[in-house]
């Protein structure tokens, strides 16, 4: 088992930047596939964005691409979300993802298997 920790959010104005980071323990990341996903107070969780286990392969929901990067360094145990051009929108409480085995259905929350606790992003208009 895998546990992930986030970290990196906080209040941000539009238009601006924040970088989420998710550090693991207890197992190394780089055989993990990973993904960050958030909810919105009254919606589900959603997916936001995919990485495969060497970074090769990358998926970004339609809401936050061109806008949003994630990456990983494996060598650090840590995955990151770069997020640019914040909205109002994009306030939510995000969490980082992972799954051991490959799985085309990267984008289904019920994929993942090992989840964060989460951390609030408040986007101010």
């Known amino acids: 088992q895998v546990l992930l920790l986030e970290s990196g959010g906080g209040l941000v104005q539009a238009g601006g930047s924040l970088r989420l980071s998710c550090t693991a323990s207890?197992?190394?990341?780089?055989?993990?596939?990973m993904a960050w996903f958030r909810q919105a107070p009254g919606k589900e969780r959603e997916f936001v964005a995919f990485?495969?286990?060497?970074?090769?392969?990358?998926d970004y929901a339609d809401s936050v691409k061109g806008r949003f990067t994630i990456s990983r360094d494996n060598a650090k145990n840590t995955v990151s979300l770069q997020m640019n051009s914040l909205k109002s929108e994009d306030t939510a409480v995000y969490y980082c993802?992972?799954?051991?085995?490959?799985?085309?259905?990267?984008?289904?929350?019920?994929?993942?298997?090992?989840w964060g606790q989460g951390t609030q992003v408040t986007v101010s208009s």
């Open positions: 993802a992972a799954r051991k085995l490959y799985s085309i259905a990267w984008r289904r929350k019920e994929n993942y298997d090992q």
């Open positions: 207890g197992r190394t990341l780089s055989s993990y596939y």
């Open positions: 990485i495969s286990t060497g970074g090769g392969t990358t």
